[in-house]
């Protein structure tokens, strides 16, 4: 007997119970299709007389947060501080990458020259076949057997000037890429810097232009109620409603300008392009400006160019030595041990006595240069020449480095010295819009007067956040001198 298990619903209990003695199984098989069709019919009826509710939404498992690669969520933006935004940076930045790899890469090749210096250890092995004489023996003269096997373990080393002077060269062309790279790092902290703070003072004028936009709507309601009253002409209703669409074009450049820079920011610190971020410094908190002397100090200790043109000078001289190493002679020693016999053994037999095939050697090449058409003076000469340049270039970034010390520090103190100036700009220009409304609204002030107050609080507003921007670029710029990022 075959039975059908019982199917059961939310709303009924299906029970289908099927006697088949003697079913064979190719047979038994339809039969299930068509009981599975019918109790499927049924569910399907059912459900259509019966909608059962929905579920209640979940919250999201797979919600992502902020993660430390700057990656977020859809609702979970990323906190984006500057120094953040400066680590996102050096993780991201090609250029900065770049110079940190040719660092690595120079650091490599010092270890190389290094090396070359020192002793070196190998293990050869060597078969030689000679075509014998009618006698036995060899007829090649330089070869001691008709089967000769070698296998030596040779330790090898080179006394050569050269290659002393030439580690020396390299080592200083490492430096030269560490320097390269701390430059590359001081460059990316002021791109950096330029591109999170203009972000900032973006939103700010975008606030300031929502205002003025805001304020410009209100004024034409004022004057168009004004001149239903007959308290004011038409022509003021005409250029309250220019002024206001001005300031609509203005709102909307001020959204593109906030777009543009966080695109711009995003492309500098993020791996994909994501505008999911808020930025959380405060560009209206003033930093501390250091003293002329302490930018001097760290200037003088922590300057990358002025320790990259040093280190090119270094590689120049350096290369001079390697030069004139070139009239000197130069050392090869070599010791031998191992097989060098007609068998491949340690031990064999030669008319019945017994000899042992390990032994050692040594060998000691001293070259004396002769004679090389002046190849040696004219690669002097050259290295003379590249030493010269580079003494003129290190002279040139002393020489420079003093000039932008006083001038990116006196850019910072005039930038910081203002700032408090154009603060009060700003309180001013709000303070006169507000007082010229109400004195317009009592017929004390003309309509010019009301358009000219707008634009001047707009122009101070935007004058005082691109005075914080400034000050806060100029600080920036002061660290490539001495490496200090001031902050708040």
């Known amino acids: 007997m075959f039975r059908q298990p019982i199917l059961t619903r939310p709303d009924r209990t299906i029970k289908i119970v099927c006697f088949y003695p003697h079913l064979r199984v190719s047979r038994a098989l339809p039969v299930l299709i068509a009981v599975a069709f019918i109790a499927a019919s049924s569910g399907s009826l059912t459900g259509a007389q019966e909608k059962p509710e929905a579920p209640a939404p979940q ?77 036995g023996g060899v007829r090649f003269i330089a070869n001691n057997a008709v089967h000769e096997y070698t296998s030596q373990g040779n330790a090898h080393e080179s006394i050569d000037l050269a290659g002393l002077a030439n580690y020396r060269k390299v080592s200083a062309g490492a430096a030269l890429a560490r320097a390269k790279a701390e430059i590359a790092a001081r460059g990316l902290v002021v791109t950096v810097a330029q591109n999170y703070f203009n972000a900032l003072s973006a939103q700010f004028k975008l606030q300031d232009a929502r205002r003025a936009a805001d304020e410009g709507n209100r004024f034409l309601e004022l004057t168009q109620q004004l001149e239903h009253g007959g308290e004011v002409a038409h022509a003021d209703t005409i250029k309250a409603e220019l002024q206001a669409q001005d300031r609509r074009r203005q709102f909307q450049e001020a959204q593109l300008a906030v777009l543009n820079t966080r695109l711009d920011l995003a492309v500098l610190i993020f791996p994909n392009l994501q505008d999911n971020f808020v930025l959380t ?208």
Do not use: C
Request: no cysteine.
């Open 59 to 135: 919250p999201s498992a797979n919600a992502t947060p902020a993660s430390s690669d700057g990656q977020a969520g859809k609702d979970n933006p990323v906190q984006l501080s500057l120094s953040s935004a400066l680590a996102l940076a050096r993780k991201n930045s090609t250029v900065y990458n770049a110079a940190l790899i040719e660092a690595g890469s120079a650091g490599i090749d010092r270890a190389l020259a290094r090396d070359a210096l020192l002793p070196q250890v190998n293990f050869n092995n060597e078969y030689l076949y000679t075509e014998s004489n009618q006698h």
């Open 281 to 488: 410094d405060d560009l209206l908190a003033t930093a501390p400006l250091p003293t002329l002397e302490e930018v001097q100090q760290q200037a003088a200790r922590d300057n990358p160019d002025l320790r990259a043109a040093l280190e090119t000078l270094h590689m120049s001289s350096s290369e001079v030595a390697a030069a004139r190493a070139g009239y000197l002679p130069s050392l090869n020693l070599d010791y031998f041990y191992g097989i060098d016999a007609p068998n491949f053994a340690t031990r064999s037999f030669f008319q019945g006595d017994r000899l042992d095939n390990l032994g050692s050697s040594a060998l000691a090449t001293l070259n004396i240069p002769v004679w090389n058409w002046g190849a040696t003076r004219d690669r002097i000469r050259q290295a003379q020449l590249h030493q010269k340049q580079a003494k003129l270039e290190l002279s040139y970034s002393q020489r420079k480095l003093i000039a932008e010390i006083q001038s990116l520090h006196a850019e910072a103190e005039t930038a910081l010295n203002q700032l408090t100036g154009l603060a009060r700009s700003a309180e001013l220009a709000a303070e006169s819009q507000r007082l010229t409304s109400l004195r317009y609204k009592d017929g004390e002030a003309t309509v010019l007067e009301v358009v000219d107050s707008q634009t001047a609080y707009v122009q101070a507003s935007n004058n005082y956040h691109d005075g914080a921007v400034r000050y806060r670029i100029a600080l920036a710029n002061l660290q490539t001198l001495t490496g200090v990022l001031t902050t708040p």
